[in-house]
């Protein structure tokens, strides 16, 4: 039974570039949450979805950062431009709405560096 | 409004002792409570969740926790620890937000060290 599946696994890239982060979640979970992991501010979530539609965006930093969900199947996270005090740890996970209180599924986390 | 406090940041253990994480938690509602870890370059993987059912939960790798609603407790337990049970240990509160949607708020996490 795959789990989620997050792409790439590590990422550099300069100041200024583009960056996307691609998660695929357990298929049938129809909630899908993207967390931001740095030693200074642990865990932060930074947006989620429920059957596609983001619900609240609220942990996003700033318009430099946007995610989408076109299908019930695929998520991207995207900076632009992606500067320096974005490298950290981002997580991509997913659950069963629709049943309370269902345990979120992580992927294995794409570690970015902003040089 | 909800929110989670792990009380130690670092706990250290000598293999084959018991192991005790705290975590105290505050809650609007009746919540559901989980324990997540997190090995080195992984993801967070579920330990065992607390759903309003049996107060004393197990999990997997031998670990359980306890629900004390008098004293907003979830504390992480194992009899004896192995040197594969050092990792980062998150406790975790989940509130409904929307529907049957729910968010979790998660602790600083402790990490636990286990020695020879």
């Known amino acids: 039974d795959a789990g989620v599946i997050q792409s790439p696994r590590h990422e550099v890239t300069e100041m200024g570039q583009e960056v996307t982060l691609r998660c695929k979640p357990i298929?049938?979970?129809?909630?899908l949450f993207w967390y931001r992991q740095t030693m200074m501010r642990g865990l932060e979530l930074l947006i989620y979805f429920n059957n596609n539609v983001p619900i609240d965006d609220s942990g996003m930093p700033e318009d430099r950062f946007s995610a989408k969900m076109p299908n019930a199947s695929f998520s991207t996270l995207k900076i632009q431009p992606s500067e320096p005090r974005d490298s950290a740890v981002y997580f991509c996970?997913?659950?069963?709405?629709?049943?309370?209180?269902?345990?979120?599924?992580f992927g294995d986390g794409t570690r970015l560096s902003i040089l | 409004a909800q929110s989670v406090t792990q009380l130690d940041s670092h706990v250290s253990v000598s293999e084959g002792t018991p192991v005790l994480l705290r975590c105290n938690y505050s809650?609007?509602?009746?919540?559901?409570l989980f324990w997540y870890v997190q090995h080195p370059n992984k993801g967070l993987q579920l330990l065992l969740k607390?759903?309003?059912?049996?107060?004393l939960v197990k999990g997997i790798n031998g670990f359980e926790a306890e629900f004390k609603k008098s004293e907003t407790s979830f504390h992480l337990t194992k009899p004896s620890a192995h040197m594969s049970d050092a990792a980062e240990y998150f406790c975790v509160v989940s509130a409904r937000v929307t529907g049957t949607a729910s968010k979790l708020t998660f602790g600083t996490g402790t990490r636990l060290q286990v020695t020879l």
């Open positions: 809650s609007s509602y009746s919540p559901s």
């Open positions: 298929s049938g979970h129809n909630s």
């Open positions: 996970a997913s659950s069963l709405a629709g049943i309370l209180n269902q345990p979120q599924h």
């Open positions: 607390y759903t309003s059912a049996a107060t």
